[in-house]
C-alpha cells in the first residue's frame, strides 16, 4: 500500500489541479475566500446540504416552495462565490454581489411565502409580481454567466428574445410575440419556466448524489479505486492508459463529472502514461474519452439522467440497466484501442512491485464499497432515488466508521456538506436557465415546429433523422453542460424520434448520449482541455485525440436505436436476441477502433482499411442477412491478418 502511496503522490505532486479547472472551466473559477467571508461561505453551503438532507429524508416541500428555496441557496452561493469580471476582488464579495444576494433572497422568499396566497386569487399577479419575476430572470440569467460563461447564457437570451419578438421572425418558426408580463408570469410565477422539471431534479435527486459523491470522497474512495485499478491494469501492456480508464469509469459512476474527472485522476494518470512512452496528446486523450464516459455509466451518470427519468416518467433503475451494456461497450472499445497503441508501438506496463495488491487494497477500504452497494440496492428495490440518496449517504458514515483511515470526524463532515453544495451550484444554475428554453418551448410551440423540420428534412427516414438530431446535439453541446444539453434537445427533437417508432427511452438516451460526447468534440472541449493542460499539449491536437478515441461512442447510438433490444428494455427481446444484438455492435466497434489505430496485429492495407470500415456499413441497418454478411467480412479479415502474420520488427509485442 505503502508504495502505491509513493507512485501516485510522485506522478501528481506537481500538478495543480484546481488552477487547470479553473483554466477549463468557468464553473471552478470561484473565490477563494479568507476569514470571515469563508466562515459565511461554509455556513450556508452547509446550512443548504442540511437543508437537502432534511427534507429528502423528512419530506419535501411544496415542489414550487422546495424549487424557490433551493433556488435561493443557489444564487446566494453564486454571488458570493463567483466574481463578476476578472478584476473584480478575489478574496472577498463586491458591493454588487451582496446587492445581487439581497435581491435574491427576496424574490425567492416572496415567491415561497406568497405562493399559496396568488394561487388562492387563480394565480393573477400585480405589477409588482410582475416586476419580481422580471427580477428573478435576471438574477439567474447573471448567475449563469458568472458560473457557466457566455454560452449557455446567450442561449437563454436568445430563447426569450424569441418569446418577444417571435412574430417578426419569418416562415415556419413565425410566432406571436408575448408581453413581459406573460414572460415574467411563464418562466418565474409557473413550473414551465425556472422552476420547471430540471430545477426539481436538482433541488431533490441531484443534489442529495452529489452530496453521497462528496461524503464518499470524505473517506478516501478515490485511493480504493485507484489502488484497485493499478493492480489489475498496471502491469500489462500501455498499463497506466488502462488505469486512466479504470479510474475515470469507476469515478464517473459516481461523480458524473468529465472535467472533474479529467483532473483529479488524471493528475496522476497522464503522468504515469507519458513515463511509460505515450505521447502527451495521446495520454490527454484517454483522459479525456475516459472521462467524458462517466456521465454514461451507471449508476450515477450526472444530472441529465435523473431529469430523464422525470421526463418520460419512469423509475430511475430503468435508466441504469437501459445504459450498461452501452456503457461498456464505449469503454471496453478504448480499451482496445489502449492496448493496440501499446501494441504497435511497443510499450510496457509499471513493474509489478510498485503496484498495490488488490487483497490489500480491499481489505482496507473495500467496505466503502458497501453505500455503492446500498444505494443499488434501494433503486433496484423500487424505492425513489430521493430515498436511496438519502440513506446511502447516511450508509457512508457508518461504513467509514469501521476503519480509523475511513471515519470522518464532525470536521471532515462539515467539510463534505460544503463540498456537496459547492459542486451542486453549476448543475442548479444550468438546470435553472435552460428553463428558459422549455418554457419558451412551451409558451410558442417551438418544440413542435422544431420537430415537424426535422421530419422534413429527413423524409421520414429514420437513419436521416438519426444523424440530424445528432448534429443538433453536438451544436447545441458546445460548451453548454450534458444537463442543459440534454433537456434542450430532449424538449425539441426526441420527439420526432418517438414518432418515428422509436421506444421512448431510446431516444431519449440517443440525444443523452450526444450532449455527453460534445465533451469530446472540437472545437470546445472542456474535458480535453483540462487533460490537455495536466498533459502540457496543445489543447487542440488533445481534443482531437481525445474525439479519436470517442469516435465508437458516436457509433453506438444508431445501433442501440435500431436494436433497441441491447438496452435491455424490450419485454418481447430473447436472450439469444440481446446477445445478437451485443455481438454485432461490438463487432462493429472493434472494427472501427482496428481503422482508427490502422492496426490490428500488424498495420491494416488498404483494403484491409475498407474491409474493416464495410463490417460498420452493412450492419447498421440492423437486417439480419447483413449482419450475417458483416461478420463474415470481419472473420475472413481477422484469418488474412493472421495468415500474413506479424512483422518481425513486431515479434517483441503480445498480439491481440
Known amino acids: 500500500m505503502s508504495k502505491n502511496k509513493d507512485l501516485v503522490s510522485e506522478y501528481s505532486k506537481d500538478i495543480d489541479t484546481d488552477a487547470i479547472m479553473r483554466e477549463a472551466d468557468a464553473e471552478f473559477r470561484f473565490r477563494r475566500l479568507t476569514g470571515k467571508w469563508a466562515v459565511v461561505i461554509s455556513f450556508i453551503a452547509v446550512l443548504w446540504s442540511l ?61 415561497a411565502f406568497q405562493w399559496n396566497e396568488i394561487a388562492q386569487r387563480g394565480g393573477r399577479l400585480n405589477e409588482f409580481e410582475y416586476l419580481i419575476g422580471g427580477i428573478g430572470i435576471l438574477l439567474v440569467l447573471e448567475a449563469s454567466r458568472r458560473v457557466l460563461g457566455k454560452e ?18 419569418p416562415g415556419r418558426f413565425h410566432t406571436r410575440g408575448y408581453s413581459p408580463e406573460r414572460i415574467s408570469e411563464h418562466m418565474f410565477w409557473s413550473t414551465e419556466g425556472i422552476f420547471g422539471i430540471a430545477l426539481g431534479v436538482s433541488a431533490t435527486y441531484m443534489f442529495l448524489f452529489i452530496l453521497f459523491g462528496a461524503f464518499l470522497g470524505g473517506t478516501g474512495l478515490s485511493k480504493l479505486i485507484n489502488d484497485v485499478s493499478l493492480s489489475v491494469a498496471g502491469h ?41 512512452g505515450y505521447r502527451p496528446t495521446f495520454a490527454a486523450g484517454v483522459e479525456a474519452a475516459g472521462s467524458t464516459g462517466g456521465q454514461i455509466m451507471p449508476p450515477v451518470m450526472g444530472a441529465a439522467a435523473f431529469i430523464m427519468a422525470e421526463f418520460l416518467g419512469i423509475p430511475y433503475s430503468q435508466i441504469i440497466i437501459a445504459a450498461a451494456l452501452p456503457a461498456i461497450l464505449y469503454y471496453a472499445s478504448i480499451w482496445i484501442m489502449v492496448h493496440v497503441e501499446a501494441v504497435k508501438t511497443g510499450l510496457k506496463g509499471l513493474p509489478k512491485d510498485q503496484l498495490p495488491s488488490v487483497v490489500e487494497s480491499l481489505k482496507a477500504r473495500g467496505h466503502m464499497l458497501i453505500p455503492v452497494g446500498v444505494l443499488l440496492f434501494l433503486m433496484f428495490s423500487g424505492k425513489t432515488p430521493l430515498y436511496a440518496a438519502f440513506y446511502a449517504t447516511i450508509s457512508v458514515l457508518i461504513a467509514g466508521a469501521f476503519r480509523k483511515e475511513t471515519r470522518m470526524g464532525l470536521r471532515q463532515i462539515l467539510k463534505s456538506l460544503e463540498d456537496g453544495a459547492k459542486g451542486a451550484i453549476a448543475v442548479a444554475v444550468a438546470c435553472a436557465v435552460v428553463g428558459f428554453v422549455v418554457g419558451t418551448a412551451s409558451l410558442t410551440s417551438l418544440g413542435l ?160 482499411s475498407a474491409g474493416f470500415l464495410s463490417v460498420v456499413a452493412v450492419t447498421l441497418p440492423a437486417q439480419f442477412y447483413l449482419d450475417l ?8 479479415l481477422l484469418v488474412v491478418q493472421r495468415v500474413v502474420g506479424i512483422p518481425a520488427k513486431l515479434d517483441r509485442t503480445k498480439a491481440l
Open 51 to 111: 437543508f437537502q438532507l432534511y427534507t429528502s429524508g423528512f419530506g419535501l416541500f411544496e415542489s414550487i416552495i422546495q424549487r424557490s428555496v433551493h433556488l435561493m441557496f443557489v444564487l446566494v452561493l453564486a454571488f458570493l462565490l463567483y466574481p463578476a469580471r476578472k478584476g473584480a476582488p478575489k478574496r472577498r464579495p463586491s458591493v454588487v454581489d451582496i446587492l445581487l444576494v439581497l435581491f435574491s433572497l427576496f424574490v425567492n422568499a416572496y415567491l
Open 236 to 276: 500489462k501492456p500501455g498499463g497506466p492508459a488502462k488505469v486512466a480508464l479504470l479510474t475515470t469509469g469507476f469515478m464517473g459512476m459516481i461523480n458524473g463529472s468529465a472535467v472533474a474527472n479529467a483532473a483529479s485522476t488524471g493528475a496522476f494518470t497522464i503522468p504515469m502514461m507519458k513515463n511509460v
Open 449 to 608: 415546429t422544431f420537430g415537424s423540420a426535422i421530419l422534413d428534412m429527413s423524409g421520414n427516414n429514420l437513419l436521416l433523422a438519426l444523424f440530424l438530431t445528432m448534429i443538433t446535439s453536438i451544436i447545441v453541446g458546445t460548451g453548454v453542460p450534458t444537463t442543459a444539453t440534454y433537456i434542450i434537445v430532449a424538449t425539441v427533437s426526441a420527439p420526432v424520434l418517438i414518432k418515428m417508432g422509436l421506444p421512448p427511452l431510446v431516444a431519449h438516451m440517443f440525444v443523452f448520449y450526444y450532449g455527453a460526447l460534445a465533451d469530446v468534440t472540437p472545437p470546445t472541449a472542456l474535458s480535453a482541455y483540462t487533460a490537455s493542460a495536466i498533459a502540457n499539449c496543445d489543447p487542440q491536437k488533445g481534443t482531437w485525440q481525445a474525439w479519436r478515441l470517442a469516435l465508437i461512442g458516436f457509433l453506438i447510438p444508431y445501433y442501440f436505436a435500431l436494436r433497441p433490444e441491447m438496452m435491455l428494455i424490450v419485454v418481447q427481446s430473447t436472450i439469444p436476441e440481446i446477445v445478437w444484438a451485443v455481438l454485432i455492435t461490438t463487432i462493429a466497434a472493434l472494427s472501427l477502433s482496428f481503422v482508427i489505430q490502422n492496426f490490428q496485429r500488424r498495420k491494416l492495407t488498404v483494403m484491409e
Open 629 to 636: 454478411l458483416g461478420m463474415g467480412i470481419f472473420i475472413v
Open 152 to 169: 449557455l447564457t446567450i442561449m437563454g437570451l436568445v430563447f426569450l428574445l424569441y418569446a418577444y419578438f417571435g412574430n417578426y421572425v
